[in-house]
């Protein structure tokens, strides 16, 4: 190929390439700024599995909010400013190294608490949570947890299975550090499996239910869940 020809083709490849920028520029805009929002501010995380059942269903999207505890650089762990600390009874979307995913559980352990677990009663810094019964039948039990400052429910089991992690500790939650469980006690992989939460690796917090797809019912919309709160 003669240089002159060169020269053609590379103004010709250039040329097409200004044009498809010019054609598509506000699209390529609005995709950064779709990703940036999604990285740094919120975004939608989906919930699989039955860890935080009865809060969280297996299909909800739930909201994550970014700017939670830390004001971040885009798609960086790098913290720019400390907004707040998380509190116990949290919901947090963690990125967890141990686990090689994303979890989603319940903060109930603090920096410098003492935690304990007999046969699935709480103990915090020597104080044990208080429990009310809501619902009961063959399979599980729904009980009411009342942590300092939060209320929630949980699930237990009603049987004989998976009654290993129902005791735990005592043992004390490391400075910047968090220790979280899911709300469905006997079927949860969560700090009795992972150790404790690093405060680097919490994403955000939750506190509502976007929208919600019932997987055991050929993924019809829950619709009674959209734009539902979380305690």
Not at 12 to 40: G, M, P, T, V, Y
Not at 149 to 156: C, I, N
Request: charged residues 25%; proline residues 4%; glycine residues 6%.
């Amino acid at each position: 190929m003669s240089e002159a020809k060169e020269k053609d083709l590379i103004s010709r490849i250039l040329s097409h390439i200004s044009l498809f920028w010019d054609e598509n520029r506000q699209f390529f805009a609005l995709l950064f700024c779709i990703i940036f929002f999604k990285s740094a501010v919120a975004d939608l995380s989906s919930i699989s599995g039955a860890s935080m059942t009865p809060t969280l269903l297996d299909g909800d999207k739930v909201w994550v909010n970014k700017l939670a505890y830390d004001i971040k650089v885009p798609f960086t762990e790098f913290s720019l400013a400390h907004v707040a600390d998380p509190k116990r009874g949290d919901i947090v979307i963690i990125d967890s190294k141990i686990a090689d995913k994303r979890l989603v559980k319940r903060i109930v352990g603090l920096p410098g608490d003492t935690i304990y677990m007999q046969n699935n009663t709480l103990v915090i810094n020597g104080i044990s949570a208080n429990y009310d019964i809501l619902e009961e039948n063959e399979r599980d039990i729904i009980i009411e947890e009342h942590l300092p400052e939060k209320t929630h429910q949980v699930r237990l089991s009603n049987g004989l299975l998976n009654r290993n992690g129902r005791s735990y500790g005592p043992t004390s939650v490391p400075a910047n550090s968090y220790f979280v469980l899911g709300d469905n006690r006997d079927n949860s992989a969560d700090s009795r499996v992972y150790s404790f939460i690093p405060r680097g690796e919490i994403i955000g917090r939750s506190s509502s239910v976007i929208f919600s797809l019932d997987s055991n019912n050929k993924y019809f919309p829950r619709s009674d869940r959209f734009l539902s709160g979380l305690n």
